[in-house]
């Protein structure tokens, strides 16, 4: 299983970003899929938002009512929508999913992680 991220880059303080991370490989099925974000290496990675499979939602108080996170089940795809973006917004974004494999076997995936920097 394989998860990819895209959609980071610069953005001045108050922008948005609209972050996807597209899952595929052997899958049956995918549960909870989440974003993390990481300030720095060798930082601790934390929780940004979930979601499930049956599109619960939970959030960081830090983002709430400033990101949205939302799932495409058909496309496997997890989306984070972020408004009102400061700077001491954490650099990396990470992609996180519990994926069902077609042998039933159950994995954590991580993707690579997508660059965010917040600057005028």
């Known amino acids: 299983v394989r998860l990819v991220e895209s959609g980071g880059g610069l953005v001045q303080p108050g922008g948005s970003l609209r972050l996807s991370c597209a899952a595929s490989?052997?899958?049956?099925?995918?549960?909870?899929m989440g974003w993390y974000h990481q300030a720095a290496p060798g930082k601790q990675r934390e929780l940004v938002a979930t979601i499930s499979s049956g599109r619960g939602t939970t959030y960081a108080d830090s983002v709430k009512g400033r990101f949205t996170i939302s799932r495409d089940n058909a496309k496997n795809t997890v989306y984070l929508q972020m408004l009102s973006l400061n700077p001491e917004a954490p650099a990396v974004y990470y992609c996180n999913a519990l994926v069902v494999s077609t042998a039933r076997s159950i994995t954590t995936n991580w993707g690579r992680g997508t660059q965010v920097t917040v600057s005028s």
């Open positions: 490989g052997s899958i049956f099925s995918i549960n909870a």
